[in-house]
Structures are given as C-alpha cells and as structure tokens.
C-alpha cells in the first residue's frame, strides 16, 4: 500500500512582538492518501522560536509568507523523526480503516416489526 503525503496549514498564531504578527505557533496537518483513494489526516501544532533570520535582517513579514516557507519550518522543527512519527500515525489510521473494510462485522438487527 503505498500513501501519499501532503503538509497543510490551517492556522498561523501570531504575537506582536518583536514584530507585528510575528508567527509564534502553527497549527497544521498531515493529510494522507492512500492507492484506493482513502484519506486520513493527523493534526499537530508547531511552536515556533525567534529566528535567527530576524537578527540578520532577513526576517519575512506576514503578509510576505508562503505556504512552502511555512511547510519548510513545520518540517525544520519536527525533524525527520517528527515527521516519520506522524507520516506512522496517519498510515496507521488507513490501514485500520482498510482492516475493517476488508473483514466486515456481521451485525444482527432486530426485526422491523
């Protein structure tokens, strides 16, 4: 069974400082596909740090952000061990579902009269 990832944003917090809408937290979610067309997703929060880019001067103002730059700090901060963990967890959520499919429950129903 092969699955196809995708990284989604679905909310950036921000704080006002050092910068108006300084991105603190992004809350986002692994979405996951599989050959049959079956999908699960996984929600998680990131907590971002100040970056260093902002004392160098290259610091991205809000309006100015992509979602591929915020994808690439969800992935910076979660590591490879974070994303394969929850790369697991939503696996784990299809091949349940497809378990289930391929062995249904017989399930005794009262007479409708």
Do not use: C
């Amino acid at each position: 069974m092969t699955i196809t990832y995708k990284w989604e944003v679905s909310n950036l917090q921000r704080v006002s400082a050092p910068e108006p809408d300084t991105v603190q937290e992004v809350r986002a979610y692994l979405y996951g596909e599989d050959d049959n067309g079956y999908s699960q997703t996984q929600i998680f929060t990131v907590n971002l740090n100040l970056p260093e880019s902002y004392e160098s001067g290259s610091f991205t103002d809000f309006d100015n952000l992509t979602k591929d730059q915020v994808i690439g700090w969800v992935k910076s901060v979660l590591g490879t061990e974070g994303q394969d963990k929850l790369k697991g967890l939503v696996s784990k959520k299809i091949e349940d579902y497809n378990k289930k499919a391929s062995n249904p429950t017989a399930v005794e129903k009262h007479l409708p009269w």
